[in-house]
């Protein structure tokens, strides 16, 4: 019967890249649409809005550039262990769970790159859809495992640009009226999750080959996205004024923007400085 299928469908002119565009597109929009709603609830509709819904521009446009560049393999044959796979991908998928659409992601990621041919269209998808579930989940996972910690470093590069003392996540405002509590949702880690996953999608889709010289690339747009990050937490802990003008979904927007600049124009400068270098 399976066999019979696999037959079916490439005789039909079915492909492996059109298979995992499906299995992509119906995952990526499950696990978005669950984020969409949480953000809704949360935040009522308008800020949800503003704020692009808890999903950074970048997570859109690598979902989009990850599943055009699937599109794109239309060479290789469905084969049986392609509709094997397919099965329990879908069954989580189709679980009411965000979290379970991106893990069924994974798998199908690490699927395609471990069958997949070094270097073609089907595997380099692969790599940015395997990134984006980084942000969408992995990053979240390891900071509910490690939140103590992450938020105790950013409240310590806080206090230390403030001159101020810290006690936990909680730093002292530098007119010494009060204190300013460093949340989840202030965090640098989201923000390193997002540029790393900016670099791999420019890169994938620019066809760069990886060198060393991306680590510099990639550390130069994660810190970039910190220092960012902690230069606005400090920011709000001037005083009460600053807090309040500066906790917003208008300034977080404002806040997206300039990071989303800072780490696309070093992307790009990095994939361009490598192309030259090689040419």
């Known amino acids: 019967m399976l066999q019979k299928a696999i037959a079916k469908i490439n005789s039909s002119g079915g492909n492996?890249?059109?298979?995992?565009?499906?299995?992509?597109?119906?995952?990526?929009?499950?696990?978005?649409?669950?984020?969409?709603?949480?953000?809704?609830?949360?935040?009522?509709?308008?800020?949800?809005?503003i704020e692009m819904f808890g999903v950074s521009i970048i997570v859109w446009a690598a979902c989009f550039v990850g599943v055009s560049l699937i599109l794109d393999d239309r060479k290789g044959e469905v084969q049986k262990a392609d509709l094997v796979l397919s099965a329990p991908v879908l069954l989580l998928i189709a679980l009411p769970v965000g979290a379970a659409s991106w893990l069924a992601l994974t798998i199908l990621s690490l699927?395609?790159?471990?069958?997949?041919?070094?270097?073609d269209s089907l595997r380099r998808g692969a790599i940015v859809l395997l990134a984006v579930t980084v942000p969408m989940l992995w990053s979240r996972l390891i900071f509910n495992l490690f939140a103590r910690f992450v938020l105790?470093?950013?409240?310590?590069?806080?206090?230390?640009?403030?001159?101020t003392h810290r006690t936990g996540n909680l730093v002292e405002f530098a007119d010494h009226s009060g204190s300013l509590a460093i949340f989840p949702a202030c965090s640098?880690?989201?923000?390193v999750s997002l540029a790393l996953l900016c670099w791999v999608t420019v890169s994938q889709f620019?066809?760069?080959?990886?060198?060393?010289r991306d680590i510099f690339w990639c550390l130069l747009a994660c810190f970039s996205v910190v220092a960012v990050n902690v230069l606005r937490i400090s920011l709000m802990g001037v005083n009460a004024s600053f807090y309040t003008?500066?906790?917003?979904?208008?300034?977080?927007?404002?806040?997206?923007?300039?990071?989303l600049g800072l780490v696309l124009s070093i992307s790009l400068a990095g994939v361009r400085h490598d192309t030259v270098?090689?040419?």
Not at 188 to 191: D, F, G, H, Q, W
């Open 16 to 49: 492996r890249g059109e298979l995992f565009a499906s299995l992509y597109i119906i995952g990526c929009a499950n696990g978005v649409t669950a984020r969409i709603t949480e953000s809704i609830q949360s935040k009522g509709l308008l800020d949800a809005a």
């Open 111 to 119: 699927y395609v790159l471990i069958f997949g041919q070094p270097g």
């Open 152 to 163: 105790e470093i950013d409240a310590t590069l806080v206090a230390w640009m403030l001159g």
């Open 188 to 191: 640098s880690l989201a923000n």
């Open 206 to 212: 620019a066809r760069h080959k990886w060198s060393s």
């Open 245 to 259: 003008m500066l906790h917003g979904s208008i300034s977080e927007s404002l806040l997206s923007i300039v990071m």
């Open 277 to 279: 270098l090689r040419t």
